[in-house]
């Protein structure tokens, strides 16, 4: 009897996965519009939904670092009708930073696929007297704690590198968390803030209106897009890399064939010429790997981030 019960069961699964998408699907977006993760949701969004055939809806959930949609996310039905874009703060610095989370990101979300890649650009508000990387290092060791920066909210890949930086040059900034980049760039442009670490998408219109500076790039190698802003590695600290990298889950459980489906929609849709142009624009190196190879990626950024944050003394009660 419950080797009969098991084969229903399973052959249910097998015609839920062979059936899906029926309805339309939720992409889950842990911060307000405007940010990396939001603009690469709409970007691949209309791809994934023509080759569906179903509506991909894009909800922004912004609230307590990502926490609050990612915890939504773990908790929803593994249908693969709600799904979770994430960056690795919501999934390898919050555990290391929070001494409890509503979710475990190694046991109560199953990986996708990595979408895709980019770098953080160090930008300054004008009004802040300096003009390049040193000038602004000894600014801010000549007037502890004046100085302020923005991140996308606590535990983010914005406030981590940021602490990192930090933590190499001794310095003492205050840290001003916002809920997403959509909020912390208007207050970088309206001088709330000195200083924060972005993705492009969120300044792309500032850069080009020459309203922020750029004085470095998180990654070790220079952007295309920016060749002359160098790498804070290269500016004295060796091994300086914090990447935003923004994926797809899905809650643990979910059917394996649903995963392995929506998988091959990243990969389909960041393929795709226009998508792979848009990004280029953005300084998005596209990835759309394999269910396993992410979730490979996310147990070495668990163990990386971990000692990272350990470093930099970063902590939240």
Do not use: C, W
Not at 168 to 192: E, R, S, T
Not at 246 to 261: D, F
């Amino acid at each position: 009897m419950r080797l009969l019960v098991l084969l229903l069961g399973l052959v249910a699964v097998a015609a839920q996965a062979q059936d899906f998408p029926g309805k339309p699907i939720k992409m889950i977006v842990p911060y307000a519009p405007g940010g990396l993760p939001d603009t690469m949701t709409r970007i691949i969004g209309p791809k994934m939904s023509e080759s569906l055939g179903q509506q991909i809806i894009v909800e922004n959930r912004p609230g307590a670092g990502g926490i609050s949609g990612t915890e939504m996310v773990a908790k929803s039905s593994a249908d693969g009708y709600t799904l979770l874009i994430a960056d690795v703060s919501q999934l390898a610095i919050n555990p290391h930073l929070f001494k409890q989370l509503p979710y475990d990101p190694l046991k109560d979300l199953a990986p996708v696929s990595l979408i895709g890649t980019t770098a953080l650009f160090l930008t300054l508000h004008t009004s802040v007297p300096a003009n390049n990387f040193k000038e602004l290092v000894a600014l801010a060791k000549s007037k502890p704690g004046s100085l302020n920066y923005g991140s996308s909210g606590l535990g983010s890949i914005h406030h981590v590198t940021t602490e990192a930086f930090k933590a190499a040059y001794g310095v003492d900034i205050v840290h001003v968390p916002f809920k997403g980049m959509g909020q912390a760039v208007p207050a970088l442009l309206g001088g709330q803030v000195a200083m924060l670490f972005s993705a492009l998408p969120a300044i792309e219109a500032h850069v080009k209106a020459g309203t922020v500076k750029l004085l470095a790039i998180s990654v070790p190698q220079r952007s295309p897009q920016a060749p002359d802003v160098p790498t804070i590695a290269e500016l004295g600290v060796p091994g300086f890399n914090f990447a935003p990298e923004i994926g797809l889950l899905a809650p643990a459980g979910t059917p394996r064939a649903i995963v392995s489906r929506l998988s091959a929609e990243v990969a389909k849709a960041v393929k795709t010429p226009d998508v792979a142009q848009r990004f280029q624009q953005l300084g998005i190196d596209p990835v759309g790997n394999t269910p396993e190879a992410y979730s490979a990626q996310i147990r070495i950024d668990y163990e990386r981030y971990g000692r990272v944050v350990r470093v930099s003394g970063a902590k939240i009660d």
